[in-house]
Nanobody, 124 residues
Framework: QVQLVESGGGLVQAGGSLRLSCTASGRTFSNYAMAWFRQPPGKVREVLAAITWIGSNTYYTDSVKGRCTISRDNAKNTMYLQMNNLKPEDTAVYYC?????????????????WGPGTQVTVSS
């Protein structure tokens, strides 16, 4: 129902910052929860942050609390992830996804649409 494309990844030194963007097309996503996931090399995909449309409720996993901020601009059909104080262990492919639900969720099964991912590499 919706096409997603991530952008903003790249190579950054430890302690630096990046802002990832996820732009949607094909169908609006204004009523559905969205989330950012990442998959480090050799690891499984994990949720980083999620956000709802109603009330803009947010969730952050413990590993990124205080360093990342998720936001959503439905007028631009775009979701953002601001990442600060990046660490080498943040190196991963980052994905955005749209949920089948309106409420906050971190379950992989609840996300119907995924972007192709953007690579983030943090050097020490």
């Amino acid at each position: 129902q919706v096409q997603l494309v991530e952008s903003g990844g790249g190579l950054v030194q430890a302690g630096g910052s990046l802002r990832l963007s996820c732009t949607a097309s094909g169908r609006t996503f204004s009523n559905y929860a969205m989330a950012w996931f990442r998959q480090p090399p050799g690891k499984v995909r994990e949720v980083l942050a999620a956000i709802t449309w109603i009330g803009s409720n947010t969730y952050y996993t413990d590993s990124v609390k205080g360093r990342c901020t998720i936001s959503r601009d439905n007028a631009k059909n775009t979701m953002y992830l601001q990442m600060n104080n990046l660490k080498p262990e943040d190196t991963a492919v980052y994905y955005c996804a749209v949920s089948r639900r309106f409420a906050l969720t971190t379950s992989l099964a609840d996300f119907a649409s995924w972007g192709p991912g953007t690579q983030v590499t943090v050097s020490s």
